[in-house]
């Protein structure tokens, strides 16, 4: 008796075992909707089902109007262990012909399949103004938005949202995609007309909502993931799922064309692509006029007008000005209409810099890769075949550490020369500005001596003296590897071996100008000079002449000889090298800047000893910090009356002024200006 007993008891367990799970299990699938039992599905509004072709269609071309389809029974989660469901439907929304894009459509999870008193228009059919927000509404959604409404904060009319009893998304992207082959995310059209795949997985409060083109396999990143507890959104446990879309004034046709869900990851099905319906494309209506052919006319007249003004505006727009003279330089020349589209129209945003000699931009050339057009303005009657003469030979300069001039052209009332860019940037860059990492001391040792070697070139590699007369950080660029490259050379000039330029023509950057340029003027040993105050400037990371420093430190020159007659000259060092220094380099690379900054010209090193000095293959003379002329400051040349100062830095706001004594007609002396120091 015990026995019969316990196998009855046994037989009502299983058997109610096997109906709880039945009511705790929800899986369907429907490849098109042309044979779905009534019963199953719950269509209101203007939802319905399209014959033959099994169209589940939301929304149709009337204003005003929302529709919901819910699967009759709910998905009962409240008694369950583990809360949790997988769906998978293919959606289209595609736009009325001539009308702007209307509202778009949302997978709901909703404890009430009689959403009727909802609003339509930006409410997706799901809220209406009281009820938005309400925790009494207990709607879950993920809506595929298409119009960027400022009620909800919508971020964009193209957008993905989860919604939690509000439209206010709690979370939302731009709608795109991930793909998996090329490892990025791709836009996604949703107002396309094109089917889309929605892939919505809910497991252990996690919920995951994934999107794909129609052909394309379910990509491994989802595009949005948010802890959603169900219980707290349905406090009964149970929620009807389906679909809600509206039109207000907007409109558009939504589409379901498949879907499958299941309350159980091994039990959901894949849909059938090759089973699901095809997507309706609404045709414009055609119109006929007796005003076609008048029309026509009038438009084909306009065309024709619209085409001679853009013949005569490019033909204005790209004019160049050539002149006998410089046909030799022909194959330096560039044309203004290629320079043109190398830039993108010379816009803004590829503005390196701007400075008092031109604008620089960058553009990008066939077979010759990126590169910097510098734009000057000039008066062609005057200097202008000098300048051009002195440009095309100062480009014929072959060295590894000058930045290569590769050409110009001439338009109209400017100049642009052409050169390879520099995608590292200046040096002041890397020293002054807290968004570059800071040059470690071997790098700026490498860049010293890379700049030493091309002004050495300068001075004596060539048939004629090139005077630099602007050495400073911001005209010295590198490139990505980090080499030195001597740049700028806006008011370089040629000179005869050995010969100074007058007091007159004094050019020059506070701070790296030697004194005896107000007097005997400008030569290779005030060259000699400035390079001087860019070894210091480098090593201890400060301008030569800082007036915001105090008055001890203020010039770079007395503060370094301070700190050697305190017996401490790496005192001097730039601090963001964190003591990572061969104190011996160091102390070589300041006694040789002091030295080139001797008060006393005849003084100064050549710069093929700097080369020898600072490639260590020559030693240093005795040298100490009351060796006469070291550590002596030249005065700020501001006041002088000969001279005009031009701000000359374009990038570094803090970098001090150039001077120059030179009339307004500058084309005599800018004879390689395609280098940015001036326009950085």
């Known amino acids: 008796m015990a026995q019969r007993l316990h196998l009855l008891l046994s037989i009502i367990f299983f058997a109610n075992l096997i109906r709880f799970s039945s009511q705790q299990d929800l899986s369907f699938v429907y490849n098109g909707f042309n044979q779905v039992p009534h019963a199953d599905l719950h269509l209101d509004g203007v939802a319905r089902i399209q014959l033959p072709g099994g169209l589940l269609q939301l929304t149709d071309a009337t204003t005003q109007k929302m529709g919901h389809a819910f699967f009759n029974r709910p998905f009962d989660f409240g008694s369950a262990s583990s809360q949790s469901f997988w769906t998978h439907f293919v959606c289209a929304l595609v736009p009325k012909p001539g009308a702007d894009g209307g509202h778009g459509i949302a997978f709901v999870l909703s404890s009430s399949m009689d959403l009727t008193q909802a609003d339509p228009t930006q409410y997706l059919g799901l809220f209406n103004i009281s009820t938005n927000g309400s925790p009494s509404s207990q709607i879950l959604a993920i809506e595929l938005d298409t119009v960027e409404s400022a009620e909800f904060d919508d971020i964009d009319k193209n957008h993905v949202g989860i919604d939690e009893n509000n439209l206010h998304s709690v979370v939302s992207a731009t709608a795109s995609y991930y793909s998996d082959s090329e490892g990025t995310n791709k836009s996604l059209t949703l107002l396309s007309g094109d089917p889309i795949q929605v892939w919505i997985d809910y497991e252990d409060n996690l919920l995951n909502v994934t999107l794909a083109p129609l052909r394309n396999q379910k990509p491994s990143k989802p595009l949005l993931s948010r802890n959603v507890n169900l219980t707290s959104v349905f406090p009964d446990g149970k929620a009807f799922v389906g679909f809600s879309a509206a039109t207000g004034s907007l409109i558009s046709y939504q589409y379901i064309l498949g879907w499958s869900f299941s309350t159980s990851r091994g039990s959901l099905q894949n849909l059938d692509i090759s089973k699901l319906p095809t997507v309706p494309r609404p045709k414009i209506p055609k119109k006929t006029s007796p005003l076609l052919v008048?029309?026509?006319?009038?438009?084909?007249?306009?065309?024709?007008?619209?085409?001679?003004?853009?013949?005569?505006?490019?033909?204005?727009?790209?004019?160049?000005?050539?002149?006998?003279?410089?046909?030799?330089?022909?194959?330096?020349?560039?044309?203004?209409?290629?320079?043109?589209?190398?830039?993108?129209?010379?816009?803004?945003?590829?503005?390196?810099?701007?400075?008092?000699?031109?604008?620089?931009?960058?553009?990008?050339?066939?077979?010759?890769?990126?590169?910097?057009?510098?734009?000057l303005s000039h008066d062609a009657e005057q200097g202008m075949k000098q300048f051009v003469a002195e440009v095309v030979t100062m480009g014929s300069l072959q060295h590894k550490n000058l930045v290569p001039l590769l050409g110009y052209c001439r338009r109209k009332g400017e100049l642009l020369l052409v050169s390879k860019y520099m995608e590292g940037g200046s040096v002041d860059q890397y020293l002054f500005q807290d968004d570059r990492p800071p040059l470690s001391w071997s790098q700026r040792l490498a860049i010293l001596r890379d700049i030493a070697s091309a002004l050495c070139h300068l001075h004596t590699g060539a048939s004629q003296v090139v005077l630099h007369r602007d050495i400073k950080a911001s005209n010295v660029m590198l490139n990505g590897n980090l080499q030195g490259f001597l740049g700028d050379f806006g008011m370089a000039r040629f000179d005869d071996r050995g010969a100074n330029l007058s007091a007159t023509a004094a050019v020059g950057t506070i701070g790296y100008m030697a004194l005896e340029l107000t007097s005997s003027g400008t030569s290779t040993r005030t060259d000699v000079y400035a390079f001087g105050a860019f070894m210091l400037e480098v090593t201890c990371g400060r301008r030569p002449f800082d007036p915001e420093m105090p008055v001890e430190k203020r010039h770079l020159v007395k503060w370094v000889v301070e700190c050697w007659k305190r017996g401490s000259l790496v005192d001097a060092?730039?601090?963001?090298?964190?003591?990572?220094?061969?104190?011996?380099?160091?102390?070589?690379?300041?006694?040789?800047?002091?030295?080139?900054?001797?008060?006393?010209?005849?003084?100064?090193?050549?710069?093929?000893?700097?080369?020898?000095?600072?490639?260590?293959?020559?030693?240093?003379?005795?040298?100490?910090?009351?060796?006469?002329?070291?550590?002596?400051?030249?005065?700020?040349?501001?006041?002088?009356?000969?001279?005009?100062?031009?701000?000359?830095?374009?990038?570094?706001?803090?970098?001090?002024?150039?001077?120059?004594s030179s009339p307004a007609n500058n084309s005599m002396f800018i004879s390689h200006t395609i280098m940015y120091g001036d326009g950085r």
């Not at 006393?600 to 030693?619: F, G, L, W």
Request: charged share 20%.
């Open 294 to 375: 008048i029309l026509l006319v009038i438009l084909a007249v306009l065309v024709i007008a619209v085409l001679v003004g853009v013949c005569v505006y490019k033909r204005k727009k790209y004019a160049e000005v050539k002149e006998p003279w410089e046909k030799p330089y022909g194959p330096l020349r560039y044309t203004y209409k290629s320079l043109y589209k190398a830039t993108g129209g010379f816009k803004r945003d590829g503005r390196l810099g701007k400075g008092g000699f031109g604008e620089v931009y960058k553009g990008t050339m066939p077979l010759v890769g990126d590169i910097a057009v510098k734009r």
């Open 573 to 660: 060092i730039d601090r963001r090298l964190g003591g990572k220094f061969i104190p011996g380099e160091v102390e070589m690379v300041l006694k040789l800047g002091l030295l080139c900054t001797s008060i006393v010209p005849d003084s100064r090193p050549s710069m093929e000893q700097v080369v020898q000095y600072i490639n260590r293959h020559q030693m240093l003379p005795d040298l100490y910090p009351n060796t006469p002329g070291i550590g002596v400051s030249t005065p700020v040349l501001m006041g002088v009356p000969s001279l005009a100062i031009t701000s000359t830095s374009g990038i570094s706001s803090a970098s001090p002024p150039s001077v120059s």
